[in-house]
């Protein structure tokens, strides 16, 4: 019988300790939703470009005398970069040169002694036609009277028509060298080609010496010295030594977060401790149909001595400033996309709250929708989550 009573001691004292266990509040790690003014960012490789990059090549073929720049080199606007040999251009320049004057003494001559020549030959055979004329005239009457035959009047008809040819052939000349007369044109034309064949022998000469046309960098180099260069042959390749943009393909779906004049801050893989400003300048109006993406293009004021063209950048873009972001801890949010939601202790029980969620950054997350500054979040940590309606106490409130 004591028995009995003992045990049925203990089981009643078994029923009032589960019981106790299972009505006492739940204790739960929370802290507090806070607010915070953000910058909103969007994060983007890309490259950087020189401003102008220029295959230095010839126009003409020539064996390479000198080549002045190395690779890496930077080299001051002016600076020599490549020679070639300037024997063979420079005697085609005597040729030119001779060929000029040859020439001009020509149109010289036929504009001066040969048109005097021609005048006269001509006022000649204008005199002598009008001789014949008359002799024939003279002739006419005599016949007409019978005081001449047929033979001599016919003898002097052939005179005037022997007369009248060669006038023709006079006035021809005479024509010909005068200033618009075929003569006179092929040979100023003949002149003309050879001042331009002179023309070109000088260009060839002086482009027998390539000059850089701003302060560049050499990025490749690709011939040595004794080499023949063929017209059109890629012979050095520079780049603008100080100015750059940077490009980056921006994701459609991104697109209205980029405006012109926006501001970011750029860091490269090599440097990623150095970051320097740059701002957006130019954004492309079409979309590659392949990638999605858009072109955009980033001016920098102030280029870093250790940038270098074709570099790999990380280009952090200022998108939007958010006042009064509400703030939780990544940890705190279960599910995504429409099945997001949080645990939030309310009087002391715990309930479940549906939230939209935003980006995510540095541990954190920003909601939307669904809590209100100053609630308390459950963040379970390495525990179950706690059921929605239990009653719980907080262990610990903090700043989220």
């Given at each position: 019988?004591?028995?009995?009573?003992?045990?049925?001691?203990?089981?009643?004292?078994?029923?009032?300790?589960?019981?106790?266990?299972?009505?006492?509040?739940?204790?739960?790690?929370?802290?507090?939703?806070?607010?915070?003014?953000?910058?909103?960012?969007?994060?983007?490789?890309?490259?950087?470009?020189?401003?102008a990059t220029i295959n230095v090549a010839t126009t003409f073929p020539g064996r390479v005398k000198e080549v002045a720049a190395q690779e890496n080199e930077t080299v001051a606007k002016g600076s020599l970069l490549i020679a070639l040999d300037e024997k063979e251009l420079q005697a085609n320049l005597k040729i030119a040169e001779a060929a000029v004057s040859q020439s001009r003494a020509k149109l010289e001559q036929i504009g001066g002694t040969e048109a005097r020549v021609a005048e006269e030959a001509l006022n000649d055979a204008k005199n002598k036609l009008s001789d014949?004329?008359?002799?024939?005239?003279?002739?006419?009457?005599?016949?007409?009277?019978?005081?001449?035959?047929?033979?001599?009047?016919?003898?002097?008809?052939?005179?005037?028509k022997t007369a009248q040819s060669q006038y023709d052939i006079a006035a021809t000349r005479e024509r010909s060298i005068t200033k618009g007369g075929n003569d006179y044109n092929l040979a100023r034309a003949s002149l003309e080609q050879a001042m331009a064949n002179r023309d070109l022998a000088r260009q060839r000469l002086t482009d027998a010496r390539i000059y850089a046309p701003f302060e560049a960098t050499v990025l490749t180099r690709s011939v040595e010295p004794g080499a023949v260069a063929q017209p059109g042959q890629t012979l050095m390749v520079v780049a603008a030594a100080k100015e750059c943009y940077l490009a980056a393909d921006i994701e459609e779906r991104n697109?209205?977060?980029?405006?012109?004049?926006?501001?970011?801050?750029?860091?490269?893989?090599?440097?990623?401790?150095?970051?320097?400003?740059?701002?957006?300048?130019?954004?492309?109006?079409?979309?590659d149909p392949q990638r999605g993406t858009v072109r955009v293009k980033l001016a920098v004021a102030e280029k870093p001595e250790y940038l270098r063209a074709d570099m790999t950048v990380s280009i952090d873009l200022d998108v939007e400033k958010i006042t009064s972001a509400l703030l939780v801890p990544a940890a705190a949010v279960t599910g995504d996309g429409k099945e997001a939601s949080v645990l939030v202790l309310n009087d002391g029980r715990i309930e479940k709250r549906p939230v939209v969620a935003a980006e995510k950054e540095n541990g954190k997350v920003r909601i939307v929708e669904g809590v209100n500054p100053g609630d308390l979040v459950i963040v379970p940590g390495d525990k179950e989550p706690p059921a929605a309606?239990?009653?719980?106490v907080a262990e610990q409130t903090g700043g989220c």
């Open positions: 019988m004591q028995k009995k009573i003992i045990a049925a001691f203990v089981a009643v004292v078994l029923a009032g300790g589960i019981w106790y266990l299972s009505s006492r509040p739940a204790t739960v790690a929370v802290c507090r939703v806070e607010t915070k003014d953000l910058n909103r960012r969007l994060v983007v490789m890309g490259r950087v470009t020189p401003q014949a004329q008359k002799n024939f005239e003279r002739d006419k009457q005599l016949f007409d009277k019978q005081a001449l035959s047929q033979s001599e009047l016919q003898r002097t008809e052939l005179a005037v697109l209205g977060m980029v405006t012109e004049g926006q501001k970011a801050l750029v860091s490269t893989e090599s440097f990623p401790d150095r970051r320097f400003d740059a701002t957006v300048y130019q954004i492309a109006r079409t979309v309606g239990m009653k719980a």
